[in-house]
């Protein structure tokens, strides 16, 4: 008798986490399948790669082509170039992609926060690594928290 | 370098908590008598004037709020201020509330427009700008300003350049409060940034750093192992001991809070992503630290007092820290 009643307690909880996840998985605001902005072709082909430190090469983002002309405004630097650029929010809040800046040769990756005009460059540490979590949007900036994902 | 500590929003979380529950309740309430008082407005009435000239290097006028009651008592204290940036001047409202709850308390608050203070320089020329100003016996300042009592405070990059401000003064410039100071790794340019061997070549002076316990990611309290400084804990361990030095958290502020007025849908732009509460919390004890550090207020500077001050135990404020005898 005590075994049945166990059994079907652990039914009725799998089939309601299922019926919790199945939603979940399949938002397409959540994890990483969320929308990125609508860019330029060749941007958006790019965007679509996840972002590689030090790749040389491939289409580069002239200013005019950023999502917000504040990005190259942060930077200072009318010499730089950007590629693979996306809106990880969706929003243009938070912009992530690559720069070349002047006088050097790689790419690094970049995180953009708009609300603070502030940006961050790669600096191959765990810091940034962190930070990147925007990008992907397992982390909200809003509340702090790691957005779980499935 | 590596800071174990947990960050507040993470032990939450743990705990079951949503980090966005704060907004329902009254935020961040004073708890003690210093923190009461200065969270209040000051005994003064406020006016306000933009400067009829550039007052920096850049072309940029510069907003003034000052006391009503200024022609009455001592000359008041000076307090400069470092916006956070912008692409376009910052005008008066951004920081309106936090600006005006000063000059409440008596002091001539000064702020460029300039939306790129890193550097601090623009903010040295306002204080260049207000000492000429004050010359004037036209104007309503004149011999109203006491410049042997001048501080700093600024927000994001702002903060950055209320530091360096202060670094640069040689020593006109008696303390800074540095609400949200931006990791290193947020330097862009990488010369538009509080250095370390700058902060760490201070010999006078007093830093107090502020911070939101939701800004986890440009101004956070903990970092991971780098040599540059990257959390509040970081500065304020790189800062010489023979300052003064303090540093707090406001509980479920987010990098942007200090803008409310005072809540953050009556900010002045739109925050809504780092924004949570609202300019509460940010009023008590950094005024506080200016009644103090440029006003003399002995019972101020005890709320201080390392791990028995008021600031230890206020219910608003997390992750305190001071080296306040």
Redesign the interface.
């Given at each position: 008798m005590d075994a049945w009643l166990v059994a079907g307690v652990i039914i009725v909880s799998l089939l309601a986490a299922l019926a919790i996840w199945v939603p979940t998985a399949s938002d397409p605001e959540s994890g990483s399948t969320r929308p990125l902005v609508q860019l330029p072709q060749a941007t958006a082909t790019a965007a679509a790669v996840p972002p590689a430190r030090a790749r040389d090469g491939g289409d580069s983002t002239d200013f005019q082509s950023l999502p917000d002309p504040?990005i190259a405004?942060?930077?200072?630097?009318p010499g730089a170039t950007f590629r693979s650029i996306s809106a990880a929010?969706g929003a243009n809040?938070v912009v992530c992609g690559e720069v070349r800046g002047s006088g050097r040769f790689d790419y690094r990756r970049f995180v953009w926060?708009a609300?603070?005009?502030?940006?961050?460059?790669d600096?191959g540490?765990?810091?940034?690594a962190?930070?990147a979590k925007?990008c992907d949007g397992s982390?909200d900036?809003?509340?702090?928290?790691?957005r779980t994902q499935f | 370098m590596f800071h174990h500590k947990k960050?507040f929003?993470?032990i939450l979380?743990g705990l079951g908590f949503?980090?966005?529950a704060p907004s329902a309740a009254a935020p961040n309430e004073p708890t003690g008598p210093i923190e009461r008082k200065y969270d209040a407005s000051g005994p003064a009435d406020v006016r306000h004037m933009t400067s009829p000239a550039a007052c920096d290097r850049k072309g940029n006028p510069c907003e003034i709020w000052y006391p009503s009651d200024i022609r009455r008592g001592p000359p008041r204290a000076v307090l400069l201020w470092a916006n956070?940036?912008?692409?376009i001047p910052v005008g008066k409202e951004i920081y309106e509330h936090i600006l005006s709850h000063f000059a409440s308390w008596g002091f001539v608050v000064i702020a460029t427009r300039d939306g790129?203070t890193g550097y601090g320089d623009t903010v040295l020329d306002s204080l260049d700008y207000l000492r000429k100003f004050a010359a004037r016996p036209a104007s309503p300042l004149h011999r109203r300003v006491d410049f042997s009592r001048i501080g700093v405070a600024g927000h994001?990059?702002g903060a950055t350049g209320a530091a360096n401000a202060m670094l640069k003064s040689k020593g006109a410039i008696k303390t800074t409060i540095a609400f949200q100071l931006?990791?290193q790794?947020?330097c862009?340019?990488a010369d538009?940034c509080l250095l370390t061997p700058d902060l760490k070549a201070a010999k006078s002076g007093s830093i107090f750093y502020v911070g939101g316990?939701?800004?986890?990611?440009?101004s956070p309290d903990w970092?991971?192992?780098?040599d540059?400084l990257?959390s509040l804990n970081a500065y304020y361990e790189a800062t010489p001991s023979k300052l003064l030095k303090a540093k707090g958290l406001v509980k479920w502020a987010?990098?942007?809070d200090i803008l409310g007025k005072p809540d953050c849908r009556s900010a002045a732009q739109?925050?809504?992503?780092?924004c949570?509460s609202g300019v509460y919390g940010y009023r008590g004890f950094p005024t506080a630290w200016l009644a103090w550090q440029l006003q003399g207020s002995k019972e101020a500077g005890e709320a201080f007092q390392r791990k028995k001050g008021e600031f230890f135990t206020a219910k608003a404020w997390h992750s305190q820290l001071s080296n306040v005898r």
């Amino acid at each position: 008798m005590d075994a049945w009643l166990v059994a079907g307690v652990i039914i009725v909880s799998l089939l309601a986490a299922l019926a919790i996840w199945v939603p979940t998985a399949s938002d397409p605001e959540s994890g990483s399948t969320r929308p990125l902005v609508q860019l330029p072709q060749a941007t958006a082909t790019a965007a679509a790669v996840p972002p590689a430190r030090a790749r040389d090469g491939g289409d580069s983002t002239d200013f005019q082509s950023l999502p917000d002309p504040r990005i190259a405004s942060t930077l200072d630097d009318p010499g730089a170039t950007f590629r693979s650029i996306s809106a990880a929010d969706g929003a243009n809040n938070v912009v992530c992609g690559e720069v070349r800046g002047s006088g050097r040769f790689d790419y690094r990756r970049f995180v953009w926060i708009a609300e603070a005009q502030l940006l961050a460059t790669d600096d191959g540490g765990p810091q940034f690594a962190h930070v990147a979590k925007l990008c992907d949007g397992s982390y909200d900036l809003q509340t702090a928290e790691f957005r779980t994902q499935f | 370098m590596f800071h174990h500590k947990k960050p507040f929003a993470a032990i939450l979380i743990g705990l079951g908590f949503n980090a966005a529950a704060p907004s329902a309740a009254a935020p961040n309430e004073p708890t003690g008598p210093i923190e009461r008082k200065y969270d209040a407005s000051g005994p003064a009435d406020v006016r306000h004037m933009t400067s009829p000239a550039a007052c920096d290097r850049k072309g940029n006028p510069c907003e003034i709020w000052y006391p009503s009651d200024i022609r009455r008592g001592p000359p008041r204290a000076v307090l400069l201020w470092a916006n956070g940036t912008s692409d376009i001047p910052v005008g008066k409202e951004i920081y309106e509330h936090i600006l005006s709850h000063f000059a409440s308390w008596g002091f001539v608050v000064i702020a460029t427009r300039d939306g790129k203070t890193g550097y601090g320089d623009t903010v040295l020329d306002s204080l260049d700008y207000l000492r000429k100003f004050a010359a004037r016996p036209a104007s309503p300042l004149h011999r109203r300003v006491d410049f042997s009592r001048i501080g700093v405070a600024g927000h994001s990059q702002g903060a950055t350049g209320a530091a360096n401000a202060m670094l640069k003064s040689k020593g006109a410039i008696k303390t800074t409060i540095a609400f949200q100071l931006p990791a290193q790794l947020w330097c862009s340019p990488a010369d538009l940034c509080l250095l370390t061997p700058d902060l760490k070549a201070a010999k006078s002076g007093s830093i107090f750093y502020v911070g939101g316990t939701l800004d986890a990611l440009i101004s956070p309290d903990w970092q991971f192992g780098s040599d540059r400084l990257n959390s509040l804990n970081a500065y304020y361990e790189a800062t010489p001991s023979k300052l003064l030095k303090a540093k707090g958290l406001v509980k479920w502020a987010n990098h942007n809070d200090i803008l409310g007025k005072p809540d953050c849908r009556s900010a002045a732009q739109n925050v809504s992503s780092t924004c949570t509460s609202g300019v509460y919390g940010y009023r008590g004890f950094p005024t506080a630290w200016l009644a103090w550090q440029l006003q003399g207020s002995k019972e101020a500077g005890e709320a201080f007092q390392r791990k028995k001050g008021e600031f230890f135990t206020a219910k608003a404020w997390h992750s305190q820290l001071s080296n306040v005898r």
